[in-house]
């Protein structure tokens, strides 16, 4: 016999077995407690991702769109990705050029984030409408997004026509860091820039430092009594 139990909210399929002692058929019962899962037809479902403002043409012809299919892809030479529909006014000035820069964004930017991924610079300046400032690169032609606290700027390596999308891979040619990020030894503070996330269609600002690289293993300092 097969019945449904509301646990916790969701309901739980359950089986009773009808023999055995009453014993056995509660373990069993007990047993097959368990949360079912949902299983949905493929798509893309890895969060939380960057939101990021990309720059691309140049300095007196320009745009920024904004960009979550992206990442990095490898270390040494470092290489990174974003994945760009062609229907986009950005695409063909990233095409041309092959070059483009990468802007993380914090708390600040949010609003500018969300406007730069629904409004076409094809229409709009978006540098002008947002108040954003342009900046001339080290060693690209577009330019870097003076607000955001890390602008990165890359080099396409190869386009690769995926489908809806086709993914720019590129070598980052420079880590562009606000100074006011960077303390008196040189160390960047990352905590300080605010930065937010892209999960699931909403902008998250991001949470308490939970450990660092390795916590897992590092041994406990012992307590002195
Ligand atoms: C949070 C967010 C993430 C986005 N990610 C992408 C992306 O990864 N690839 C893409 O082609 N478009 C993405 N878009 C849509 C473009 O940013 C949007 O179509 C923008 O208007 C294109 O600008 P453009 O026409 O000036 O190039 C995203 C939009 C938002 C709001």
Redesign the pocket.
Known sequence: MKIELVYDGTLVPVTIVPFGTFGDRLKFTLWRIKMSRKVWKAGTFIYPLP?VMVSCGTMEKS?I??????GIINTNPAMCYI???PE???YNLIKEQGEFVINLTNEKLAFAT?W???????KVDKFKEMHLTKEKGEFVKCPIIKESPVAIECKVKEVRELGS?HMFIAEVLSIDADEKYIDEKGAFDISKCNLIA?SNGHYYSMGRKIGRFGFSVQKQKKKRS
């Open positions: 939101a745009n769109m904004t960009v979550a299919w992206t994945s760009v529909r986009r006014y950005s969300d730069c991924g629904v409004k076409t610079g094809s999308h892209y």
